[in-house]
């Protein structure tokens, strides 16, 4: 599967963007988003699946996470971004278990990355 994601850019603190996810094919149980900030480790940020949303506690309640199964398309809108949100942010599909859903090991495929800058 491909995995398109688009939507980065540069904004100032307390913006919003919306980052776009679009992929080949919809056979997955799991579509979300994973961000890694410079120097850091990848992070899991927010996933659906089976008409649920799960969210890392640092974008909960900012970042909302949805899914348009028509269009083959993820999204994730962000607001009241912080400079500590500045990462490149990857798409990501799998069917990962319980234990798995928030781990990078839990999504076989990853789209190639999409980069957001947030000033301070």
């Known amino acids: 599967v491909q995995l398109q994601a688009s939507g980065g850019g540069l904004v100032q603190a307390g913006g919003s963007l919306r980052l776009t996810c679009v992929a080949s094919?919809?056979?997955?149980?799991?579509y979300g988003w994973f961000r890694q900030a410079p120097g850091k480790e990848r992070e899991f940020v927010a996933a659906v699946f089976s008409g649920n949303r799960i969210y890392s506690e640092s974008v909960k309640d900012r970042f909302t996470i949805s899914r348009d199964n028509a269009r083959n398309t993820l999204y994730l809108e962000m607001h009241t971004l912080k400079p500590e949100d500045t990462a490149v942010y990857f798409c990501?599909?799998?069917?990962?278990?319980?234990?798995?859903?928030?781990?990078?090991?839990?999504?076989?495929?990853w789209g190639q990355g999409t980069l957001v800058t947030v000033s301070s």
């Open positions: 990501v599909a799998g069917n990962p278990i319980l234990t798995t859903r928030r781990a990078s090991e839990g999504y076989r495929h």
């Open positions: 094919e919809r056979t997955f149980r799991s």
